[in-house]
């Protein structure tokens, strides 16, 4: 059906734009929002049928807390709701979910929900579903710099020793695989505190639809324009080493 196709090991998406899908539709922007779980759906499903092994989704930064306290309240609820209503078929379906983002300042019935999920699913290996929730790219590598400062004052790791991949083990995307394609709908072109470090030599896609029109026939699409990219990961191409 996508012969050609090369696929990503992880695909990241900036769900961008249920905002504007609304406004454009002279609805408030928590209908946006609710249409985005919608697109969701349709997108884990896609995701595994195209046999990406992680799609990591940017639902709430932290920087969305400055949203009015309506939306907010909002979108935590479309989360606890999307957690009670859909784990038992992600489950059911080999989906493995992870969270990952500072749970401190959540809500503990918020954060038993999750770690709930996540012990649930964590057997399962189709997909691993990774949501990025109160979730900031500077934040994680400053919580990883901290824990690694604490290893250091307490004379049980020598600085010598730090390396990328020490740090990597320290972030919450731990013994995941890097991002190899970031994908930002709604048509803006920037990656807003998302897997800074983690996205070093990912490809990105911006796709000028607004999340809550996202879909297979799109996704299909962004996959078509990253078979076309050449990874060099800074090294030169094939034919010239
Ligand atoms: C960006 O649109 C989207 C968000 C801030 C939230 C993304 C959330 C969802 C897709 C649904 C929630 C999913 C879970 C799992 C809780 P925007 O509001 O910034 O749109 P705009 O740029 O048009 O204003």
């Known amino acids: 059906m996508h012969t050609g196709l090369k696929i990503p090991r992880h695909a990241a998406i900036i769900m961008d734009g249920n905002g504007r899908w609304a406004?454009?539709?002279?609805?408030?922007?928590?209908?946006?929002?609710?249409?985005?779980?919608?697109?969701?759906?349709?997108?884990?499903?896609?995701?595994?049928?195209?046999?990406?092994?992680?799609?990591?989704?940017?639902?709430?930064s932290t920087e969305n807390w400055s949203r009015p306290r309506a939306e907010v309240m909002f979108l935590l609820e479309l989360l606890r709701r999307f957690i009670r209503q859909d784990v038992a078929e992600l489950h059911a379906s080999g989906v493995r979910i992870r969270v990952i983002g500072d749970r401190e300042g959540l809500e503990k019935s918020l954060v038993t929900m999750l770690e709930d999920a996540e012990a649930l699913t964590r057997n399962n290996s189709k997909l691993n579903l990774v949501v990025a929730f109160n979730y900031?790219?500077?934040?994680?590598?400053?919580?990883?710099?901290?824990?690694?400062?604490?290893?250091?004052?307490?004379?049980?790791?020598?600085?010598?020793?730090?390396?990328?991949?020490?740090?990597?083990?320290?972030?919450?995307?731990?013994?995941?695989?890097?991002?190899?394609?970031?994908?930002?709908?709604?048509?803006?072109?920037?990656?807003?505190?998302?897997?800074?470090?983690?996205?070093?030599?990912?490809?990105?896609?911006?796709?000028?639809?607004?999340?809550?029109?996202?879909?297979?026939?799109?996704?299909?699409?962004?996959?078509?324009?990253y078979s076309s990219r050449e990874r060099r990961f800074g090294g030169l191409k094939a034919q010239s080493a």
Request: proline share 5%; no cysteine.
């Open 136 to 225: 900031g790219s500077r934040q994680e590598l400053t919580r990883a710099a901290r824990l690694i400062a604490e290893k250091v004052a307490a004379g049980e790791l020598d600085p010598a020793h730090i390396t990328p991949e020490l740090l990597d083990t320290h972030l919450d995307t731990a013994h995941m695989p890097a991002p190899d394609l970031l994908i930002r709908t709604g048509g803006e072109e920037r990656i807003s505190n998302f897997l800074l470090w983690q996205s070093a030599y990912a490809e990105f896609v911006f796709i000028p639809e607004f999340w809550p029109d996202f879909n297979a026939e799109i996704f299909a699409r962004a996959l078509k324009e």
């Open 23 to 60: 406004s454009a539709r002279g609805l408030p922007r928590s209908a946006g929002h609710k249409a985005g779980i919608d697109a969701l759906r349709s997108t884990v499903r896609a995701a595994a049928d195209f046999g990406i092994e992680y799609l990591t989704i940017y639902s709430f």
